[in-house]
């Protein structure tokens, strides 16, 4: 079965850093799309950014804090918060799919067969003084 597993999250003050990863069992994240969704307390989930092998789209708030990345060799993808906010304290979920809609763009894998999207179990950002 598919299972995908983030880790990297916790507290942090304005202004610092974290990075998580998403390590997909089942899939390859070369074939696929990998994106980043979050979800606050009370509100909707969103799409933050995806990756795919020719695509990256993010989320205006996030543009030049943000950076989706992907290492094949070793089937993860990352993504990279810089200066984080207090409104970045969510959870955020990886997914993959053979495509993903954030509503800013879509990424788009090349396996030839609808999959997906499947989900992570989320890990918890929290932006605080």
């Known amino acids: 079965q598919t299972q995908l597993e983030e880790s990297g999250g916790g507290l942090v003050q304005p202004g610092g850093s974290l990075r998580l990863s998403c390590s997909p069992s089942?899939?390859?994240?070369?074939?696929?799309?990998i994106g980043w969704f979050r979800q606050a307390p009370g509100k909707e989930r969103v799409g933050v950014a995806c990756i795919s092998y020719d695509s990256t789209y993010y989320m205006d708030s996030v543009k030049g804090r943000f950076t989706i990345s992907r290492d094949n060799a070793r089937n993860t993808v990352y993504l990279q918060m810089d200066t984080l906010k207090p409104e970045d304290t969510a959870v955020y979920y990886c997914a993959a799919g053979s495509g993903l809609d954030l509503g800013s763009g879509r990424c788009n894998g090349i396996t030839p067969f609808v999959r997906g999207p499947y989900w992570g179990k989320g890990t918890q950002v929290t932006v605080s003084s």
């Open positions: 089942g899939l390859n994240v070369d074939s696929y799309a």
